[in-house]
T-cell receptor, first 113, second 116 residues
Framework: EAQVTQNPRYLITVTGKKLTVTCSQNMNHEYMSWYRQDPGLGLRQIYYSMNVEVTDKGDVPEGYKVSRKEKRNFPLILESPSPNQTSLYFC????????????FGPGTRLLVL | DAKTTQPNSMESNEEEPVHLPCNHSTISGTDYIHWYRQLPSQGPEYVIHGLTSNVNNRMASLAIAEDRKSSTLILHRATLRDAAVYYCICLGPRRHSGGGADGLTFGKGTHLIIQP
């Protein structure tokens, strides 16, 4: 089944404790991206990647890092999480660009205390 | 990408057709009209997209006005599983060749309520 998977689905952590949210797709997509969704603010893009070893900042990259060492994986790293990063995070992928059909993961709900 | 306007919410009965409107009066000739939906506690899901002609797929139909300033997503027989927030977005060619923000911009969408 074609899908985007994220792990973990739920995470509670404390300020400053490094964490990684994994994202993997099995559709051989070149484009992958991370979004956060907050009430009243909609979806905002954090980082995106056009292909392996190519990443770019989205609208809200501060406090986040990403890497794209393999085509299928695009982990999101929070080196020193803060409470304002409490949010619902979605990974998405598509064949070519953001303008093509995006396939979203199920989401990761993060609470930073 | 052109701004879109949708009603905040709509209600329909199960097994009846639903017509979800979207206005995009500033759409440009190269912008595609995309619809996504987000079911409760799930990630957004692609529904359908089109440029000028009406489009059909297994999920829905998309009716595009002749002047392209509005469109309507049609669910032919709504079920309880269609209760979701529906987003209409207009996407032109990717603007940035050298980096810069590149994400989809979802507005508030239309919250579709289906009554049994």
């Amino acid at each position: 089944e074609a899908q985007v998977t994220q792990n973990p689905r739920y995470l509670i952590t404390v300020t400053g404790k490094k964490l990684t949210v994994t994202c993997s797709q099995n559709m051989n997509h070149e484009y992958m991206s991370w979004y956060r969704q907050d009430p009243g603010l909609g979806l905002r893009q954090i980082y995106y990647s056009m292909n392996v070893e190519v990443t770019d900042k989205g609208d809200v990259p501060e406090g986040y890092k990403v890497s794209r060492k393999e085509k299928r994986n695009f982990p999101l790293i929070l080196e020193s999480p803060s409470p304002n990063q409490t949010s619902l995070y979605f990974c998405a992928s598509s064949y070519g660009t953001s303008r093509q059909t995006q396939y979203f993961g199920p989401g990761t709900r993060l609470l930073v205390l | 990408d052109a701004k879109t306007t949708q009603p905040n919410s709509m209600e329909s009965n199960e097994e009846e057709p639903v017509h979800l409107p979207c206005n995009h009066s500033t759409i440009s000739g190269t912008d595609y009209i995309h619809w996504y939906r987000q079911l409760p506690s799930q990630g957004p899901e692609y529904v359908i997209h089109g440029l000028t002609s009406n489009v059909n797929n297994r999920m829905a139909s998309l009716a595009i006005a002749e002047d392209r300033k509005s469109s309507t997503l049609i669910l032919h027989r709504a079920t309880l599983r269609d209760a979701a927030v529906y987003y209409c977005i207009c996407l032109g060619p990717r603007r940035h060749s050298g980096g810069g923000a590149d994400g989809l911009t979802f507005g508030k969408g239309t919250h579709l309520i289906i009554q049994p």
